[in-house]
């Protein structure tokens, strides 16, 4: 890095920081709420998130310029209403706004021991960027490329250009690709370091809005509590770390319990459109999105809010929570677009097939004692914190306390999601439970004001025993997904980065084997994360469901068609898993069941095998 570009790093950071504060800032500000640095947070990333399905809906290049015009006018608009505002009326009074976010960072004699738990985050952020499963190919991925191609044209991928841009069929909203892909705007490059201050803020407005959910509820005390239960989930802190979408979901979560426990206490009627633009954060992160617009009006129908409040939140949250949905519904005839909801729309069929032949086997795990073992073992070791609040949660709701309900209908919201996201999730149970993250910190919030409100000697043994927690899972949260108590201690700082360093060796060894074998440098595959890993060399991976093959499972194309179109594909090698699943569908579905193909695996690790289809001219009839 040259003198120049070191002396521009302040001011790129400086922008960064400033596209995630100051839009939200505004937007309080012309709502006449008061300053949070999480509240601030969260809008930037909603009016972040906006601004990039705009630009899509209206076909606008994405680039920094374009980006950060539209957030510095919307700053600028937001502030002139505020100001426009204060002339016609005196600022309203305020009751009941929430500490100061120093009373956040003040914990007494905890402090050492959450100081210890940000550290670890820091060391994490610094040295791990993005270290998680499916960011090569999805989450990191798709920002990298909203700023190579300056759009979201390809994106759900529909055409043999789209797969080629974007290899795998899904339409999750852009929400934490917007964030990632104005980091590297604003860095100017695609290291993943720059992605560690928007996953630091998210983090850290998470613990903010924990504390002020469990401020309202009990006070200081139980807010103080509230967070050293957070930091004493290592599940929690991972979920946020890796840079997926779970630390949205989560953020959504709390910051929409925090705006409707503000209007239930003020009937500010602002805080009923904070609370949607938390919703519309939860509907930037997964397909299911619209799930966090319904339950905020379901909360809203718990605290029996007039029918005018739930029309404004209805107002804010629904349309721009649907957005997304309905552009991909408008190009793809499916607002969900890879996934199948009972035949009712389209989809990729390939993609379907291969989806539910690979992963039949995940689709009953749940229904096993030994999952539930399992999935017992995993909470148990690094999700203590949040089991007992969640034991608090259960215990006072069935005694009909309001607050317990409220934050129930939250926890419950995100166990569902999770349970129908489990059969869906390549990557086993432990790698699921990050969807659980808005549940955790439900619990966590929950179970600072259940120890509050415990008798003193109660409360004395589950300070104790919360200290303890912080103290014992601390190893995990620097080590997580890898166990702690399976792994050397001297192993322990880069822990985290095992699974990447296994992946980067497979697909170094795998490229190393392609080079070595002759014919076409394009290859047909279903493992996602090829594309992204072979960008830049001379080879060309086609997707196995891009439309480019589609032909190959026809099954009404005759064996000399099928032979033509692969020799006119110039395609010679399949790669994907040796599984017997992955292995099974090739020969069930593929058009290389007729006799003029032969497969023939010509090399194979652990983690893949490179298949050479063989093509012979048809024989007579």
């Not at 439900?442 to 043994?461: C, D, E, K, M, N």
């Not at 980065?497 to 002759?518: E, G, K, N, W, Y």
């Not at 399949?574 to 497969?599: E, K, M, N, Q, Y």
């Amino acid at each position: 890095m040259g003198a120049p570009e070191f002396l521009l790093l302040p001011l790129r950071l400086a922008l960064l920081l400033a596209g995630l504060i100051a839009p939200g800032f505004a937007l309080l500000h012309a709502l006449r709420l008061p300053f949070t640095f999480a509240g601030s947070f969260l809008a930037s990333a909603a009016c972040l998130y906006t601004h990039v399905v705009l630009f899509a809906l209206l076909r606008l290049p994405i680039t920094l310029l374009t980006l950060a015009t539209a957030l510095t006018v919307t700053t600028a608009a937001a502030f002139a209403v505020a100001a426009w505002r204060s002339k016609r009326t005196a600022a309203p009074a305020r009751p009941e706004d929430t500490r100061a976010f120093a009373a956040f960072t003040t914990l007494g004699g905890w402090t050492p021991l959450y100081a210890v738990f940000w550290l670890i985050v820091l060391w994490r952020l610094g040295t791990q960027p993005l270290a998680g499963p499916d960011t090569s190919f999805r989450w990191g991925w798709l920002a990298e490329q909203i700023v190579r191609l300056g759009s979201l044209d390809f994106y759900p991928p529909r055409t043999a250009a789209g797969y080629s841009a974007y290899a795998w069929p899904e339409s999750i909203p852009p929400g934490i690709a917007s964030l990632h892909a104005w980091a590297y705007l604003c860095g100017g490059s695609f290291r993943a370091l720059w992605t560690s201050p928007v996953v630091l803020l998210q983090l850290l407005a998470l613990h903010e809005f924990i504390w002020r959910i469990a401020f309202s509820w009990g006070g200081e005390p139980a807010a103080r509590r509230a967070v050293l239960l957070a930091a004493a989930t290592p599940l929690l802190t991972w979920a946020s770390v890796i840079g997926q979408e779970t630390a949205l979901t989560s953020l959504s979560v709390c910051g929409l319990l925090f705006g409707l426990l503000r209007w239930h206490k003020t009937r500010a009627p602002a805080w009923l459109t904070f609370a949607a633009l938390a919703a519309v954060l939860g509907a930037s992160a997964r397909e299911y999105g619209l799930a966090y617009p319904l339950l905020g009006l379901g909360v809203l129908a718990l605290m029996r809010a007039p029918r005018r409040a739930l029309l404004r939140f209805a107002a804010v949250a629904l349309p721009l929570a649907a957005l997304w949905p309905l552009r991909t519904w408008a190009l793809t005839g499916n607002p969900l677009f890879s996934l199948n909801l009972a035949g009712l729309f389209p989809t990729n069929s390939v993609f379907t097939l291969w989806s539910t032949h690979v992963h039949t086997a995940a689709r009953h795990t749940l229904f096993t004692l030994g999952a539930w073992r399992e999935i017992a073992r995993y909470l148990v070791l690094f999700a203590p914190a949040a089991l007992f609040g969640a034991l608090a949660l259960v215990l006072h709701a069935r005694r009909g306390l309001s607050a317990a309900r409220w934050c129930a209908a939250g926890a419950a919201t995100g166990l569902a999601l999770w349970l129908a996201s489990v059969p869906f999730t390549a990557g086993g149970l432990f790698y699921s439970l990050r969807v659980l993250s808005p549940a955790f910190a439900l619990t966590a919030a929950f179970g600072g004001y259940a120890i509050t409100a415990a008798s003193i000697p109660a409360r004395r043994v589950a300070d104790t025993a919360l200290a303890v927690a912080l103290l014992a899972t601390l190893p995990f949260t620097l080590t997580l997904p890898e166990n702690a108590y399976r792994t050397p201690p001297h192993h322990w700082p880069d822990a985290a980065r095992s699974f990447d360093r296994v992946t980067l060796a497979s697909t170094l060894q795998l490229t190393a084997a392609l080079r070595a074998l002759p014919g076409p440098a394009r290859v047909l595959t279903d493992y996602a994360g090829l594309p992204p890993a072979l960008a830049g060399t001379d080879l060309t991976v086609v997707p196995l469901w891009s439309p480019a093959v589609a032909w190959l499972f026809d099954q009404h194309t005759s064996p000399d068609e099928l032979v033509q179109r692969w020799r006119d594909s110039r395609l010679r090698y399949v790669i994907t898993s040796p599984a017997p699943a992955f292995l099974d569908f090739l020969t069930r579905h593929a058009g290389w069941r007729a006799p003029a193909f032969a497969l023939a695996p010509v090399w194979q690790s652990d983690a893949f095998v490179i298949i050479e289809v063989i093509t012979e001219p048809a024989p007579a009839h």
